[in-house]
């Protein structure tokens, strides 16, 4: 299995099982932060965080803050794909995986600009 990223221009492959995916909340201008694993029943979404709260940013109820951070484990199935939208107000999304983080352009090899890029688990070559 890997994770996919699919644009208008092509699918990009990343052999990878686990991932962070970080963006910019774009009113607030703080970070957003979902730990994410490849399973065979889809995308899992493990963790979500926060830095502060704020407008359309509320942490649930069950959230605990964790060095400046509200953290929480979403209960959700495991998901197809995730389409992720680009407004172009706050920068854009950004993957991170074995200490490295890099944007969604970079890992595409191309500008996405104000397209939407769908995330999701594809079988490896």
């Known amino acids: 299995m890997s994770l996919c990223f699919a644009t208008a221009s092509g699918v990009k492959a990343l052999a990878l099982t686990a991932f962070t995916l970080v963006w910019t ?3 607030e201008k703080v970070d957003w932060q979902e730990d994410w ?3 065979p029943d889809g995308l ?3 963790q979500a965080r926060v830095k502060g709260t704020g407008a359309g940013m509320e942490p649930p109820p069950e959230a605990r803050l964790v060095d400046g951070w509200f953290q929480w484990q979403p209960k959700r199935v495991p998901m197809r794909e995730v389409v992720l939208g680009n407004s172009g107000a706050a920068g854009e999304w950004r993957l991170c995986h074995d200490g490295a983080c890099r944007t969604l352009s970079e890992i595409v090899g191309h500008p996405i600009g104000a397209n939407v890029t769908t995330m999701k688990v594809c079988n490896d070559p």
């Open 25 to 27: 909340h774009s009113i």
């Open 37 to 39: 694993r490849v399973t």
């Open 44 to 46: 899992e979404l493990v």
